[in-house]
């Protein structure tokens, strides 16, 4: 594992990211989506093919533009609107549950 990834790994909150990566930021944008900017980040980043192959300047560089794009993406909208976690879809009605899922249970003796 790079040096990068190691110190990136130990790093648990937005603010330390962005400040990792001397992201400018908006503290009340943060505060409001830290979770949301950290997951579009995440899924930002497994979109991305063979950056094992990256040495750390190059995963830097790919780094700053993605969670420069998550944060971003929150500056001009909203955690509603972008839908980033499977609680916002299921409340506009898309919702799936597989019949692996559904227990049935045995009705209780009287």
Not at 55 to 72: G, I, N
Not at 76 to 89: G, I, R
């Amino acid at each position: 594992m790079s040096h990068l990834r190691k110190t990136l790994a130990n790093l648990s909150s937005a603010e330390d990211f962005l400040k990792f990566l001397n992201i400018d930021y908006e503290e009340t944008v943060v505060h409001i989506n830290r979770l949301h900017i950290l997951k579009r980040f995440h899924d930002y980043l497994k979109r991305e093919k063979n950056t094992e192959d990256l040495d750390d300047q190059s995963l830097k560089t790919l780094y700053v533009k993605l969670l420069s794009q998550a944060y971003q993406d929150f500056v001009v909208s909203d955690a509603v609107s972008e839908k980033v976690f499977k609680v916002f879809h299921q409340a506009i009605g898309v919702s799936h549950v597989s019949l692996e899922k559904v227990a049935v249970s045995a009705p209780k003796a009287r």
